[in-house]
């Protein structure tokens, strides 16, 4: 049996932690575990996390999701026992792989979804510029886009040059 995701195109900032279901003396291949993504090599492999928990060298995996991926401690509260209660190998699939195509996911029996969670994101802000110099006022729509006067002038001028040059080009090359 296998479980449908739908991804929406765009999708930023989610990161979906995966079980990888595996019968004790039978491991499967990497290969394997990517395959039941049911995404048909369609993802970003280099954004995939896939390894044993033993990696983490006693760090639990919710501290892994805190500090390697960004994930709010109220986003973990709940699920922190179920996550660090986890065995053997896990696939990390954040929603960088997708490259912001939408995708139908046929997640296949060798995975169980563990979870889904947000990456804590600050919102932008930007701090006021230093420099007197660089305030001012910007012309809202319906502002007049006229060029700066003498600029008509000056690009007729340059013209007229461009066509003296090239016909002086055609002269000298016409007389030799």
Do not use: C, N
């Not at 999701?65 to 994930?71: Q, R």
């Not at 994101?121 to 700066?148: H, I, K, N, Y």
Request: aromatic residues 4%.
């Amino acid at each position: 049996m296998s479980t449908v995701l739908d991804i929406p195109a765009q999708e930023a900032h989610v990161v979906r932690v995966f079980a990888v279901v595996e019968e004790a003396g039978a491991p499967l291949d990497d290969d394997a575990v990517m395959a039941a993504l049911g995404a048909g090599g369609a993802l970003e492999a280099e954004e995939i996390e896939l390894f044993d928990l033993k990696d983490l060298q006693g760090m639990p995996l919710s501290d892994y999701l805190a500090e390697g991926h960004g994930i709010a401690e109220t986003d973990l509260r709940d699920m922190r026992g179920q996550l660090d209660g986890l065995k053997g190998r896990v696939l990390i699939l954040p929603s960088r792989a997708f490259r912001g195509r939408a995708m139908k996911l046929r997640v296949g029996g060798a995975l169980r979804l563990v979870g889904r969670f947000e990456e804590d994101v600050p919102p932008v802000s930007f701090a006021p510029l230093p420099s007197e110099g660089a305030r001012g006022t910007v012309a809202g729509e319906g502002a007049s886009s006229r060029a700066q006067p003498g600029t008509r002038r000056a690009a007729l001028v340059l013209v007229a040059l461009l066509i003296g040059a090239g016909v002086l080009v055609l002269a000298l090359m016409g007389g030799s």
